[in-house]
C-alpha cells in the first residue's frame, strides 16, 4: 500500500465518521484519558515552590508519552497489517476533529436560546465557553457561540488536521494533548499563573500557524473581502497571538462587532472590540456560521489529499 494511502484513507474515512456520529457523550475519548492525566500531575505537583518548573515538566513528559504511545502502537499495527492501520488511524482521527460536535452545541444554544429563554440559554451556553454567563444578554449569548465557533475551527479541527498532515497521528494526539492542557491549566489566576504557563504559551506556538491557515479559509470558502479587511485590521488586537484571527475572520463575514469586557473565572478580562456595526445577531445566521465551519473542514482535508498526492507524486 502506498505511502500516500495510509495517510489519506484515514484521514477521509475519520472526517466522515466525525460528520456522521460526531462525538457522543459518555462514549470513550483519548481526550478524557488526556485530561485524566492532566488532573493528576496538577493535583500532585501544583503546589509550594518551583511551580513553572513543575508545570513545564508535566507538559514536556506528557507530550513525550502522547507522542511515544502513539507512534510505537502505528508501528505494531503497520507491522501486523496495513488494514488495521488504516482502521485504527481511521478511529483517531474522527477522535481529533471535533467539527460536528462543535457546530452541534452551537446551534444546540441558538435552539434552547429561542426556545427556552434566556436563563436556559445561559446554561446551556456554559458548556462551550469560560466566560461567566450569569448576567449575559441574548445579543451577547449569540456572540459569545459565534466566538467560540470561529476560535474553535482553528483549535478544534484546522489544528488538528494541520498537525496531521505533518506528522500523521502521533503529532495530532500530541496536539490534543497540547490543547487540552491549556484548556484546563492555561489560565491566568493566582492557581495556574506559574504552574500552567508553559503549557500555555506552547499552546500559542502550536497554533500559531493553524489560526491563520483557519482564517485564511474562512475567507476563501465565503469569499468576502470585508473578512479579509478584518483579519488585516483586527487579527493582531486580540490578547491572544492566535484566537483574534478567525474571530476577525468571521466578524468580518458576518459584518458585525465581537469582543469587549467578559468574565473568565471571576476575572473582568478587558478585551478589544473586532468591528464596529453593533448589530442585533438574528436567530438564523448560526445556519451561515455552520456552513462556514463544513466548508474550512472540507477545504482543510481537500488540500492535505492534494498536497501528499502532489509531495508522493514527485517522489516518485
Known amino acids: 500500500m502506498e505511502k500516500s494511502i495510509l495517510i489519506i484513507a484515514p484521514l477521509v474515512l475519520g472526517y466522515i465518521l466525525d460528520l456522521i456520529i460526531g462525538d457522543p457523550d459518555n462514549w470513550p475519548h483519548p481526550v478524557r484519558v488526556f485530561g485524566n492525566a492532566i488532573a493528576t500531575g496538577d493535583k500532585l505537583l501544583n503546589k509550594n515552590g518551583s511551580r513553572f518548573f513543575k508545570g513545564m515538566l ?19 499495527l503497520l507491522s501486523a497489517s496495513t488494514w488495521l492501520f488504516v482502521l485504527v488511524n481511521s478511529v483517531w482521527v474522527w477522535y481529533g476533529l471535533a467539527n460536528n460536535a462543535l457546530i452541534t452545541e452551537g446551534r444546540n444554544v441558538f435552539l434552547v436560546l429561542n426556545k427556552e429563554g434566556l436563563e436556559a440559554g445561559r446554561k446551556q451556553l ?17 456572540i459569545a457561540v459565534l466566538e467560540t465557533m470561529s476560535e474553535n475551527l482553528s483549535d478544534g479541527i484546522v489544528a488538528p488536521l494541520f498537525f496531521y498532515a505533518i506528522g ?16 484546563m491549566i492555561g489560565y491566568r489566576n493566582e492557581k495556574y499563573e506559574l504552574f500552567g504557563k508553559f503549557a500555555a504559551r506552547l499552546d500559542d506556538v502550536a497554533n500559531f500557524i493553524p489560526a491563520r491557515i483557519t482564517a485564511t479559509f474562512m475567507v476563501l470558502v465565503t469569499g468576502s473581502y470585508n473578512g479579509f479587511q478584518f483579519i488585516i485590521k483586527y487579527g493582531n488586537l486580540h490578547k491572544s497571538p492566535n484566537a483574534g ?4 475572520a468571521l466578524a468580518g463575514i458576518l459584518d458585525c462587532r465581537f469582543g469587549g ?5 471571576g476575572v473582568l478580562v478587558d478585551k478589544p472590540f473586532i468591528g464596529k456595526n453593533d448589530r442585533i445577531i438574528q436567530p ?11 466548508k474550512t473542514c472540507f ?5 492535505i489529499i492534494l498536497a501528499h498526492v502532489l509531495i508522493n507524486k514527485n517522489l516518485w
Open 58 to 76: 508535566l507538559t514536556i513528559i506528557l507530550c513525550l508519552l502522547t507522542y511515544s504511545f502513539f507512534h510505537l502502537t502505528n508501528l505494531l
Open 126 to 142: 456554559s458548556r462551550i465557553v469560560g466566560r461567566d454567563t450569569s448576567r449575559l444578554t441574548a445579543q451577547q449569548i449569540r
Open 168 to 183: 500523521g497521528i502521533p503529532a495530532m494526539m500530541t496536539y490534543k494533548m497540547i490543547n487540552t492542557m491549556d484548556s
Open 245 to 248: 484571527y478567525p474571530e476577525s
Open 261 to 265: 469586557p467578559n468574565v473568565y473565572h
Open 284 to 294: 438564523d445566521e448560526i445556519e451561515k456560521v455552520k456552513w462556514i465551519n463544513h
Open 299 to 303: 477545504l482543510m482535508v481537500l488540500v
